[in-house]
């Protein structure tokens, strides 16, 4: 962060819940600081029974912008007042930018998971990819994956209120892409472990498991793996989730959520100040929470 807040210093933000353990605020931070912005990132315990209120106070304290993580993405989008191109086809927001008192909602969650995946090598263009959640973060991913050319989509939710997105989502990729989609639901395990077994990617782009170390896993167990199968968990904290770790155990390559959370902190990063994001020196500081540990 600035060296001195001052009576100049300007106000990005992130509202989300849970949230204390977000690394956002180290990578933003780390960026301000390098390039010598006066900006300050601060998290804001937020969920939807109080988003309504946060949005209008971050408007009327005249912040720079803000991310927006779970449970608000889709929710936010009714207290904005324009939404971009991309965020409309993922009926979610990840990051807003205030255009003077004019908030604008855009999601850079897809393409941070794009590139995250493009930098690990893992080649998944005009191949099969089952993704588990139906949220925010994973209809950004599934978009953005159909437009890049994945060729099918398996989308697994839980029977809750989700399930209806998943199978928007679907019928969205069927219609606006020439990605082929399906909607399954969780608790048809047979159904699970056929598409896992057709596909080269596994995705858990949910929140099952955040902040718990060893916590919940929406596979049942690794037997549902194989060595050849690549795995991504979104989630950041833990590093290692369950899931991680089943696939550590099978030998699936593997990747958590911090180089998507990099990519799309980038993206969002340059619509506030007009500048590129210093990986460099916010890579270092994240390695050295890491090693904290």
């Known amino acids: 962060m600035p060296q001195r807040i001052t009576g100049k210093t300007e106000l990005i933000g992130l509202i989300a819940n849970p949230i204390r353990t977000s690394k956002s605020p180290m990578m933003h931070n780390t960026a ?5 912005l006066d900006l300050v990132y601060m998290v804001f315990e937020v969920d939807n029974t109080n988003l309504k209120d946060a949005v209008q106070g971050l408007r ?9 993580s779970m449970p608000n993405k889709t929710e936010v989008m009714k207290y904005l007042d324009e939404i971009s191109p991309e965020a409309k086809l993922c ?36 191949k099969k990819i089952t993704l588990i959640g139906a949220g925010g973060a994973a209809t950004a991913i599934a978009m953005q994956a159909g437009l890049d050319g994945v060729a099918e989509i398996s989308i697994f939710n839980g029977n809750d209120r989700f399930m209806d997105n998943a199978k928007a989502n679907a019928e969205r990729l069927n219609s606006e892409t020439s990605c082929k989609a399906q909607a399954f639901c969780l608790d048809d395990t047979d159904a699970l472990r056929r598409e896992i077994e057709s596909s080269v990617l596994l995705v858990n782009a949910t929140g099952c498991g955040f902040g718990v170390p060893a916590g919940p896993c929406l596979i049942p167990d690794k037997s549902y793996l194989r060595p050849d199968l690549k795995v991504v968990d979104i989630i950041y904290s833990p590093e290692k989730t369950h899931l991680l770790e089943m696939a550590e155990e099978v030998g699936c390559e593997n990747m958590n959520g911090v180089r998507m959370m990099l990519h799309q902190g980038a993206a969002a990063f340059k619509m506030w100040t007009g500048k590129d994001m210093p990986f460099a020196p916010v890579e270092e500081a994240l390695a050295q929470i890491s090693s904290q540990k």
Not at 32 to 36: D, I, K, P, S, T
Not at 60 to 68: E, K, R, Y
Not at 96 to 116: C, P, Q, S
């Open 32 to 36: 301000f600081e390098a390039l010598g």
């Open 60 to 68: 009327s304290l005249g912040a720079v912008g803000f991310n927006v």
């Open 91 to 126: 009926g979610a927001v990840n990051t807003v930018v205030n255009r003077n008192g004019h908030l604008y909602g855009t999601n850079t969650d897809g393409k941070g998971f794009m590139l995250a995946c493009k930098e690990k090598g893992f080649d998944i263009i005009g």
